[in-house]
């Protein structure tokens, strides 16, 4: 088949926002999007695809040039007590390392990665700005670009999230050498974004949003001055409340919480995605729930990264809305994320069925879609017209999924099995991964060895 689909396809089985239909009919436009999308439609002269059909998933939260280390950080130094800061330790020494053809190298095989797992788009949290030393590139979108140019290879949407970085901790504390690639003041950030708009504004498959770091790394002035420059559609990503540590510092400087202070000190509304925020109290749930803000969840990190579990029952009590990232790709699996969510849940509560309700997985499943693609801030996450033609096609011959009713498929394919069950893969109308291989697996491979051998001689 090939890459080009065909406008007009006939699915017998498709995940919409109202739940599971059948003989839906699907057409496409020539630019990507959906234009039609029919319950009970009649199979004749479309094309008929060969398994249950969801809607592709957004990977809310990466930091694509941390693939490189996944695995490598999992043995225990001479600190009986590794954490979270030991990890970030080991992570700013390949952040220090890495040239502008090895990051690209890494997000194209990152992102074939993630289009083989399901996840057809990414929000790339970037902070990797200027070279090693601390100046800029010449282009100063220079490392921008090239993990542009890796989602474009790879065929994944993205929205990409220039950062903004610029101390060291709370209170002014000044950045160290470890982060110095990552350092932009406000006036320069804010050109970087423009630039990027600028050249990439009318690809469909691209959009931009912004991302002060952390409290830690961006005072409360360039925080305001940043936010208040971006219009109501621009997504605004901020890390929060990811270890426990992060909340006593902040409690010291400023007598609040990290939520606490985020909610009364920034305009938070349907625009931001508040990544991790693992540590809030009800109050904070509550505040943060109903301010419109995205929680983005990234379990098996957060899991790798011994940060504690996200109050997922509450925040859901509370309206929340939350959507799914594998931030340092220790994982890429939407499966993975999504039943650690779950089993974390359990495993705290001591009891079964804490977000799978009385419609199994479904309806978290269609909520992360929905909050990925608010985060994302493109029209994904759903098969309706005027979405983009972003879909996967299960294996209709997986062990884990024969003979299971429609209703319990997405319990089958998120708790039975540990073989990848997506088959075929569309982004914006094209296939990228047909029969669990994307078309260009093989050369994005062996430049990413090529480049990994290279980046593990300099370590
Ligand atoms: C990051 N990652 O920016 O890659 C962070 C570590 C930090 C996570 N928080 C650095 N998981 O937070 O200071
Ligand atoms: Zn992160």
Request: glycine share 10%.
């Amino acid at each position: 088949m090939s890459r080009e689909a065909s406008r007009h396809l006939f699915a017998p089985l498709a995940l919409l926002p109202g739940g599971w239909a059948t003989d839906v009919g699907l057409d496409l436009d020539g630019a990507g999007n959906l234009t039609g999308v029919t319950a009970g439609a009649a199979s004749k002269g479309r094309d008929r695809l060969d398994g249950p059909v969801l809607p592709g998933f957004p990977n809310l939260h990466s930091h694509a040039f941390q693939r490189a280390m996944a695995g490598l950080a999992e043995h225990r130094g001479s600190d009986p007590e590794d954490d979270f800061w030991s990890w970030r330790k080991l992570m700013y020494g390949l952040a220090g390392a890495l040239m502008p053809e090895e990051i690209q190298a890494i997000a194209a095989q990152l992102y074939v990665e993630m289009l083989e797992a399901g996840y057809t788009a990414v929000a790339e949290f970037h902070y990797l700005h200027h070279q090693p030393d601390g100046r800029p590139y010449d282009d100063l979108a220079e490392l921008s670009e090239r993990v542009i140019a890796a989602a474009k290879e790879a065929g994944i949407g993205i929205t990409h999230l220039p950062v903004m970085y610029l101390t060291g901790g709370l209170g002014g504390k000044p950045a160290t050498e470890g982060q110095r690639r990552f350092l932009n003041p406000p006036e320069r950030f804010l050109r970087l974004v423009e630039t990027l708009r600028s050249r990439h504004g009318g690809d469909a498959d691209i959009a931009f949003g912004i991302a002060p770091h952390s409290l830690r790394a961006v005072p409360p002035d360039a925080l305001k001055a940043i936010v208040a420059a971006v219009d109501a559609a621009t997504p605004i990503h901020i890390h929060i409340a990811e270890q426990t540590g992060e909340v006593d510092q902040c409690l010291a400087w400023s007598g609040k919480r990290p939520v606490e202070w985020l909610v009364e000190n920034a305009p938070v509304d349907r625009r931001w995605c508040l990544v991790h925020a693992t540590h809030m109290t009800s109050d904070e749930i509550r505040r943060a729930a109903t301010s419109g803000a995205v929680a983005g969840l990234c379990p098996t990190t957060e899991a790798n990264l011994g940060d504690g579990f996200f109050p997922a029952e509450d925040w859901r009590a509370a309206g929340g809305t939350l959507g799914l990232g594998s931030d340092s790709h220790i994982s890429v699996s939407v499966i993975e994320e999504l039943r650690w969510l779950e089993y974390g849940r359990r495993l705290v509560a001591r009891r079964r069925n804490r977000l799978t309700g009385t419609g199994g997985i479904k309806d978290l499943f269609l909520a992360a879609l929905d909050g990925g693609a608010r985060a994302s801030g493109r029209p994904i996450g759903r098969m309706a017209p005027g979405r983009r033609a972003d879909m996967i096609v299960l294996d209709q011959d997986a062990a884990t999924l024969a003979e299971i009713p429609p209703d319990r498929l997405l319990d089958a394919l998120v708790f039975a099995g540990n073989v990848n069950p997506v088959k075929h893969v569309m982004v914006g109308g094209r296939w990228h991964v047909r029969d669990g291989r994307h078309s260009r697996r093989d050369d994005i491979l062996s430049r990413y060895r090529r480049a990994l051998a290279s980046v593990r001689s300099r370590l």
